[in-house]
């Protein structure tokens, strides 16, 4: 058991640039969440799959965030025309009974 | 709509000792989860220990328990004996069932004193 990985760990780019970023969840665990921390905050959720089906999105997911799960395995969080306010770390979850494990997150810092 | 409470921006403990991070929660569902995580400094968050509204015992995992009053709405983080390595920000969260999107409180910082 390797645990949630994320890739990109650090991604700094400039505003308005796109980006993407990939989690891989604990290979067994059916369900994928997406979370959004600032600084001094608690997590906040953003979306969430139960194998390929996204069944739930935060309306803190505006139309410039996308997520897919292609094949209900690894998951990516795409942000089109980033900006400053896009600062955050992004987590990224899976569960399984009545779990969840986080991975180490991917900080973007848009400049 | 579920909202967490942490009332404690920042607890202090002597190493060795006992350190309760308290916890209230506000929720319309009948069936829900309670969750604590520990996020120390490098930024990853660690599930320490899942309570569920049914569940008639309190859920103890190591040196964590979690002290579940229904009625008061509170879930309350007992660490027991406390280690140096406990220095770090803790969550309380909680979803609507025990498969469900997490919504977090704001977090308590503990600082474990030698």
Known sequence: DTGVSQDPRHKITKRGQNVTFRCDPISEHNRLYWYRQTLGQGPEFLTYFQNEAQLEKSRLLSDRFSAERPKGSFSTLEIQRTEQGDSAMYLCASGAGDEQYFGPGTRLTVT | ?114
């Open chain 2, 1 to 114: 709509a579920q909202k967490i409470t942490q009332t404690q921006p920042g607890m202090f403990v002597q190493e060795k000792e006992a350190v309760t991070l308290d916890c209230t929660y506000d929720t319309s569902d009948q069936s829900y989860g309670l969750f604590w995580y520990k996020q120390p400094s490098s930024g990853e968050m660690i599930f320490l220990i899942y309570q569920g509204s049914y569940d008639e015992q309190n859920a103890t995992e190591g040196r964590y328990s979690l002290n579940f009053q229904k009625a008061r709405k509170s879930a309350n983080l007992v660490i027991s004996a406390s280690q140096l390595g406990d220095s770090a920000m803790y969550f309380c969260a909680m979803s609507p069932t025990s498969y469900g999107k997490l919504t977090f409180g704001q977090g308590t910082i503990l600082t474990v004193h030698p």
